[in-house]
C-alpha cells in the first residue's frame, strides 16, 4: 500500500522552526514559498535554486510551493493584468524548470485566512486560533466602518459587538485590528485604508465576477501548466464564507466543483484544507472529499470545533467536527490511484508544552504540528494495516 508524502510547512531561513526539526518530526517534503519577493513579482530559476539547495542540504525535499500569491490585479482583473498574467506563467515555468509541479494559491479577496485571536486558551492550557463573529462585527461596524455592516449580522451579534466596542480599551482594539488584517508571516501586512479601498472595488465584481476572474486566470494559464506539468492546488476560503462582505467562490462544493468543471483539466486542483471546509456549517467536508478528491493535488489536514453560532477554535488534529480517520480514509483509498503520492501537510497546531515561552508563528509553532502530525500517521498507519 502506498503511503502519503508527509510534508511540513516551512517560512524560509527565519522560521523560528528549524529544517532540522521538520526532520526530527519525520516529515521528508518541505512546503515552501519565496516569501521575500513582493507580490505579483517572477520568481527567478537562481532564486528558487537557491532555496531548493537550502532545503536538500538537510536532507529534504521541496515537495510543494504554498503560495505563489495571486495579485490583486488579477483577482480583480484590474487594467495591468495581463503583465501580471505573464510574470505568473514565468513563475510557473521557472518552478518546474527546477523540478518543483505543485503550486498552491487562493483566491480570497485581499486577505489570507482570517482570525480574530490567536491565543484562545483550551482547558489543558494550549492555545489555539480562534475566530469570533462578534468580533469581527466589532471591527466590520465600528473600526473598519463599512457601509451597511450591520445589517449583516442577527441583532444580537450588532449588540454584542457594540458593547464590546465601548467597553475595550484602545490597546485591545488595535490588537483585534491587528489579527484581523494580519496575513502571512513575513509577508506584509494589509492596511485598513488597502481593505476600505478593496470594500468598492469587490462590491462592484460581485460573487460571478470573482468567478470568472478565476476561472479566466486558470484559461490563461493553462497551456503553461499542462506544458510543465504543473498542479494549480486552490485553498479554500478561511473561513468558509462571505466576511466583511467580500465575496468568497471556494467555499463549499457547490463552488469547487464549479471551479473543475469550468475549467477541466488534471492541472487545475485543490488543496484540500478540513480545516477551512470544516469551518463551514453547512459543509460536510466527507461529501466533498468524495466529490473532488480525484482532483486534490495537496491536503491540509486539520480540525476545528464550533459553537452554536459558528465561532470556531482550531481543535486537536484527531478532536473536533471533522471525522479525521473517515477522511484519511477517503483519502488513504485515493492515493493508492496515484504515481506520485498525495503530499500532505499538518496545516497549524496548538502552541503547547515548550513553545508557550517561545516566539512562534500563529498556528506555525512546532510542538503542535508535531503532534498533529504524529497523530495524522499513525491514523494512515492504521487504515492501511486494516485494509
Ligand atoms: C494556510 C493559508 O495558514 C493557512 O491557513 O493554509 O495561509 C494558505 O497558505 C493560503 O491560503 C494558500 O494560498
Ligand atoms: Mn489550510
Known amino acids: 500500500m502506498k503511503k502519503f508524502e508527509q510534508t511540513w510547512r516551512w517560512y524560509g531561513p527565519d522560521d523560528p522552526v528549524s529544517l532540522q526539526d521538520i526532520r526530527q518530526a519525520g516529515a521528508t517534503g518541505v512546503v515552501t514559498a519565496l516569501h521575500h519577493v513582493p507580490h505579483g513579482e517572477v520568481w527567478t530559476v537562481a532564486d528558487i535554486l537557491d532555496r531548493k539547495r537550502i532545503v536538500e542540504e538537510s536532507g529534504l525535499s521541496w515537495s510543494v510551493v504554498e503560495s505563489v500569491p495571486v495579485h490583486e490585479v488579477i483577482k480583480t482583473r484590474g487594467s495591468e493584468a495581463k503583465r501580471y498574467i505573464e510574470n505568473y506563467k514565468q513563475t510557473l515555468e521557472n518552478l518546474a524548470s527546477c523540478g518543483i509541479y505543485i503550486v498552491t494559491y487562493n483566491f480570497m479577496p485581499v486577505l489570507d485566512w482570517t482570525r480574530t485571536m490567536l491565543d484562545k486558551e483550551m482547558e489543558n492550557g494550549a492555545k489555539a486560533l480562534y475566530f469570533d463573529w462578534v468580533d469581527l462585527a466589532l471591527f466590520d461596524i465600528y473600526i473598519l466602518k463599512r457601509k451597511g455592516a450591520d445589517k449583516d449580522y442577527s441583532e444580537e451579534i450588532v449588540t454584542a459587538a457594540k458593547k464590546g466596542f465601548e467597553q475595550?480599551?484602545?490597546?485591545?482594539?488595535?490588537?483585534?485590528?491587528?489579527?484581523?488584517?494580519?496575513?502571512?508571516?513575513?509577508?506584509?501586512?494589509?492596511?485598513?485604508?488597502?481593505?476600505?479601498?478593496?470594500?468598492?472595488?469587490?462590491?462592484?465584481?460581485?460573487?460571478?465576477?470573482?468567478?470568472?476572474?478565476?476561472?479566466?486566470?486558470?484559461?490563461?494559464?493553462?497551456?503553461?501548466?499542462?506544458?510543465?506539468?504543473?498542479?494549480?492546488?486552490?485553498?479554500?476560503?478561511?473561513?468558509?464564507?462571505?466576511?466583511?462582505?467580500?465575496?468568497?467562490?471556494?467555499?463549499?462544493?457547490?463552488?469547487?466543483?464549479?471551479?473543475?468543471?469550468?475549467?477541466?483539466?488534471?492541472?487545475?486542483?485543490?488543496?484540500?484544507?478540513?480545516?477551512?471546509?470544516?469551518?463551514?456549517?453547512?459543509?460536510?467536508?466527507?461529501?466533498?472529499?468524495?466529490?473532488?478528491?480525484?482532483?486534490?493535488?495537496?491536503?491540509?489536514?486539520?480540525?476545528v470545533k464550533k459553537d452554536h453560532i459558528g465561532n470556531f477554535y482550531e481543535a486537536d488534529h484527531l478532536d473536533g467536527d471533522v471525522d479525521m480517520p473517515s477522511l484519511l480514509r477517503i483519502f488513504v483509498e485515493e492515493n493508492q490511484n496515484r504515481t506520485r503520492p498525495i503530499p500532505f501537510r499538518p496545516d497549524?497546531?496548538?502552541?503547547?508544552?515548550?513553545?508557550?515561552?517561545?516566539?512562534?508563528?500563529?498556528?506555525?509553532?512546532?510542538?503542535?504540528?508535531?503532534?498533529?502530525?504524529?497523530?495524522?500517521?499513525?491514523?494512515?498507519?492504521?487504515?492501511?494495516?486494516?485494509?
Not at 460573487?207 to 486552490?234: H, R, T, Y
Request: a negative charge; charged letters at 20%.
Open 168 to 303: 475595550r480599551s484602545e490597546e485591545d482594539l488595535a490588537a483585534l485590528t491587528h489579527v484581523i488584517l494580519m496575513g502571512i508571516p513575513s509577508e506584509k501586512d494589509i492596511s485598513l485604508a488597502d481593505l476600505q479601498n478593496s470594500l468598492d472595488v469587490y462590491s462592484n465584481i460581485g460573487l460571478d465576477g470573482l468567478l470568472s476572474n478565476l476561472l479566466w486566470f486558470l484559461g490563461e494559464i493553462q497551456e503553461v501548466c499542462e506544458a510543465n506539468g504543473v498542479q494549480m492546488a486552490l485553498h479554500p476560503d478561511d473561513p468558509p464564507y462571505p466576511i466583511l462582505g467580500l465575496p468568497r467562490i471556494a467555499s463549499n462544493k457547490e463552488d469547487y466543483l464549479k471551479v473543475i468543471n469550468g475549467v477541466d483539466s488534471p492541472f487545475n486542483g485543490i488543496c484540500f484544507c478540513s480545516g477551512s471546509l470544516g469551518a463551514g456549517a453547512a459543509n460536510d467536508v466527507l461529501d466533498i472529499a468524495r466529490a473532488v478528491k480525484h482532483r486534490v493535488h495537496f491536503a491540509h489536514f486539520r480540525n
Open 348 to 387: 497549524h497546531g496548538h502552541q503547547m508544552l515548550d513553545d508557550l515561552h517561545k516566539v512562534t508563528n500563529p498556528g506555525y509553532s512546532a510542538i503542535g504540528r508535531l503532534r498533529g502530525l504524529a497523530e495524522l500517521r499513525g491514523v494512515e498507519q492504521g487504515l492501511i494495516a486494516l485494509m
